[in-house]
């Protein structure tokens, strides 16, 4: 072989070598996902309502938000948030003596945030089928529902406060969840929705039957969990605490599977300290991360 020769090799072997290696991260690029929380409305609480040994004298917000995901298969709602029908919703179904605590203040509902910003969603996740995470449900009736079985029977018997019948009248197109026997970090069963490990379900049975914990990562690895109402404060994990007790009483289906929930979460973030964890309703959690069109990516 001649020197021109072995340098045209020499080349089209680094060439080749250099594809390769780029090969690995165009993959983990595209497997890369970006989260936004889409906030539609807060209530404002005490500290008391919202967690064990909360404060009387101080205030909290309790935030209403939906969590927007952008992975390069499909666009996710975590939840819908309050709905464009919320107000109806809540006058005609919610009994009178519940109101005063579930009061609400001014809604911009997810579709009105959406269609501003002219994006478009191919699923919903339901961490569960409560009324402040299901009202927007009528406003997405062409988009399919993903939740487990036991959340979907749960939506259909149960009845108000923590269900409201009219948010499901329209018939959502319900699509199973149905868990592998993979573990992933301590839960023994979970679905990888995309098999990238980029959004990962599992089951937090408890607050409700068929309640779901959703793991987003992103492409650096930083990891957060969407924990649905297993506990409204980040304090119900790491404490662990429980919810003031008449909420207790008033929103756990089954209060016993829900302090399980709690232990199994305090003990995953005391082996993960990287963890991001973001109850639903936590104002002081989600303020850090910030609101749609902020993306977190
Ligand atoms: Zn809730």
Redesign the pocket.
């Known amino acids: 072989m001649n020197r021109a020769k072995r340098h045209r090799s020499n080349t089209r072997l680094s060439i080749l070598l250099a594809l390769a290696l780029a090969l690995p991260s165009a993959h983990s690029l595209a497997a890369g996902l970006r989260f936004s929380l889409v906030r539609t409305a807060e209530t404002e609480t005490l500290d008391a309502f919202t967690v064990e040994g909360g404060q009387w004298t101080e205030k909290a917000i309790a935030n209403h938000v939906a969590v927007l995901v952008e992975h390069h298969a499909a666009t996710l709602l975590i939840d819908t948030s309050l709905g464009r029908q919320v107000d109806s919703q809540f006058n005609s179904e919610m009994p009178w003596w519940d109101k005063p605590l579930l009061q609400y203040g001014k809604v911009d509902p997810v579709r009105d945030q959406l269609e501003r910003a002219g994006l478009r969603l191919d699923r919903i996740l339901l961490t569960h089928s ?1 009324w ?2 299901a009202s927007g449900l009528p406003d997405f009736a062409e988009v399919p529902v993903w939740a487990p079985y036991a959340e979907i029977e749960f939506s259909q018997i149960a009845t108000p406060p923590a269900v409201l019948p009219s948010q499901f009248r329209h018939k959502p197109r319900w699509r199973p969840v149905v868990y592998e026997p993979t573990p992933f970090l301590g839960f023994e069963e979970s679905l990888d929705l995309f098999g990238d490990s980029a959004v990962v379900l599992v089951p937090m049975p408890g607050h409700t039957p068929g309640g779901m914990g959703v793991f987003l990562t992103l492409e650096d690895g930083r990891r957060f969990f969407f924990t649905g ?1 297993t506990s409204w404060r980040l304090e119900g994990f790491t404490g662990p605490k429980e919810k003031f007790w008449i909420s207790r009483a008033m929103v756990d289906n089954d209060p016993a599977q829900t302090t399980a929930q709690l232990r199994k979460v305090h003990e995953l973030m005391a082996a993960e300290p990287e963890l991001r964890v973001i109850p ?2 936590d104002e002081r959690v989600q303020r850090t991360l910030g609101y749609f069109p902020h993306w977190i990516e």
Do not use: I
């Open positions: 409560h402040d995470h109402d639903a309703h």
